[in-house]
């Protein structure tokens, strides 16, 4: 089942697709804005290691109030991923991960268009109430096509949306305490 929004549209990942989709995340130009030598505290993660991130459902569609994972596509041309995971949070809220295929997909509406399509349908199909992204306080554009989308930066703990068997594992942020930014969008 394929999401349309105005400018993108987001269909399914397959297994297929996970190196790929790897690939994009870790190793290519746009990495430079969440991971690598600016981020001396976040290791780049091997494939398997992202494997256990980004497990089959996230390509598969068998649990989807888990987490699921979608190809941007600007007509026919892959421009990025996005995915959504919800099995770490209370219930009714969801959190957004999202990166683009190459730095000339960057400022084109892309991302903001695909953010707003996910949250809509998660909203409208799945009952999520509450949508989080946790950037780095460096990625500046990143957080700006965030708030586009209607996200607000907030000062609270982002372990009051954490279950708590994974605020161990997640409550510090990617970047740590004081290098993630949390922004919420509410429905």
């Known amino acids: 089942m394929n999401l349309y929004g105005k400018i993108i549209t987001l269909t399914p990942a397959t297994l297929e697709q ?4 790897y690939e994009w995340c870790f190793h290519c130009e746009t990495s430079k804005f ?3 030598a600016d981020f001396p505290n976040t290791e780049i993660p091997s494939y398997e290691d992202f494997c256990e991130d980004y497990v089959d459902y996230f390509f598969t569609d068998t649990e989807p109030n888990k987490g699921r994972g ?3 596509l600007h007509g026919n041309n892959p421009v990025g991923f996005i995915s959504y ?4 949070l209370k219930p009714h809220k969801s959190e957004l991960d999202i990166w683009m295929n190459s730095l000339n997909n960057c400022g084109k509406g892309f991302g903001t268009d695909a953010i707003i399509t996910l949250g809509n349908y998660l ?6 109430e509450e949508l989080i992204m946790r950037p780095s306080i460096k990625n500046i ?3 700006k096509s965030y708030k586009k989308s209607g996200f607000e930066e907030i000062n609270i703990p982002p372990t009051v949306y954490l279950l708590d068997e ?3 594992l997640y409550g510090d942020g990617d970047y740590g305490v004081d290098e993630t930014v949390l922004l919420i969008k509410r429905f």
């Open 18 to 21: 996970r190196q790929m989709i």
């Open 34 to 36: 969440h991971s690598g």
């Open 70 to 72: 979608f190809i941007i």
């Open 85 to 88: 995971s919800s099995y770490h």
């Open 123 to 128: 909203n409208k199909e799945l009952g999520i």
């Open 141 to 143: 554009n990143a957080i």
């Open 166 to 168: 994974y605020v161990s």
